[in-house]
């Protein structure tokens, strides 16, 4: 009789493969993660991992870059430039591990190129950036600058303020005769002054009031005198009005400012305020 011998089945061993992808920021942006192409996460490092029988296996994670304000994302230190960026990582049995770094590059965003046109000034003079302006004048950029202005009003005229022009409407963004303004995009940049005969000045309450519901741009305070806001009373400077302290203003009441209140210098308010302001 032939013996037949029992078969023995020997079950083959499984491995343990495991994937990891760590990224990392030169810088201007943040960095993530995941093994999701539209969850980012929270995490700079990302792993699968799984035992399998299988003699290779492949994983697939991705990168997630997002740059700060005023940068954009450029590239991987791999030079790939997908964001997210698909990493595949192939592992086999004889190199169950696998770990791949990636960093991210940030540029700095490039504005359109744009010009910013000053106007030719009326009743005085002014200088961008110590560049003394007569006529229209542009400047051509790519990217915010800051810009100094600086007014000087002829004899006979007094300084206002400066505006961008929207549509025919002007947009007044300072007060100040000297200035430092960026600009972000194209603009029409002009000064106001004013006849120093349309400057109304005030020396009482009464007339602070008569004058705030005028068409003047600006009221003054004559020097040597004190104006008195008195107790229950509001001096209101709507915006647009400019009221310059030449001589005192002694508020008991109140002054309400949604327009200018200044001496030398101008100051925005925009809130009820109680004080005494002395020049």
């Known amino acids: 009789l032939a013996v037949i011998s029992p078969m023995v089945l020997l079950a083959s061993s499984s491995t343990s493969y495991s994937a990891t992808l760590n990224v990392f920021s030169s810088g201007h942006g943040k960095v ?41 994302f450029s590239k991987w230190s791999d030079g790939t430039t997908g964001n997210p960026q698909v990493v595949t990582l192939s592992l086999t049995s004889s190199s169950p591990s696998v770990t791949k770094d990636l960093t991210a590059t940030f540029v700095k965003k490039a504005l359109p190129e744009f010009s910013v046109t000053f106007s030719a000034p009326i009743g005085g003079g002014y200088t961008v950036n110590g560049t003394q302006v ?17 007014a000087t009003p ?10 961008t022009l929207n549509g025919n409407a002007k947009e007044y963004f300072s007060y100040s005769a000297s200035v430092a303004k960026s600009f972000t995009s ?42 008195i806001v008195p107790s229950g009373s509001t001096l209101t400077v709507p915006a647009g009005k400019k009221l310059e302290v030449n001589g005192r203003l002694y508020v008991i009441g109140t002054l309400e400012v949604n327009g200018i209140v200044g001496g030398n210098g101008a100051v925005a308010r925009t809130w009820k305020v109680k004080y005494v302001l002395r020049q």
């Open 186 to 227: 194209s603009a029409t940049v002009g000064v106001d002054f004013i006849s120093e005969s349309d400057v109304v000045k005030v020396a009482t309450f009464v007339e602070a009031n008569e004058a705030m519901a005028s068409d003047a741009k600006i009221v003054e305070i004559t020097s040597g005198t004190t104006l």
């Open 134 to 150: 007569s006529s229209a004048y542009s400047l051509t950029q790519t990217e915010a600058l800051e810009t100094t202005l600086d």
């Open 154 to 163: 002829s004899d006979g005229n007094r300084f206002y303020g400066w505006y």
């Open 32 to 72: 993530y993660a995941s093994d999701s192409s539209t969850n980012a996460g929270s995490s700079q490092t990302a792993t699968k991992s799984e035992s399998s029988k299988e003699d290779s296996k492949s994983f697939t994670l991705y990168a997630h870059a997002v740059a700060d304000d005023g940068y954009e």
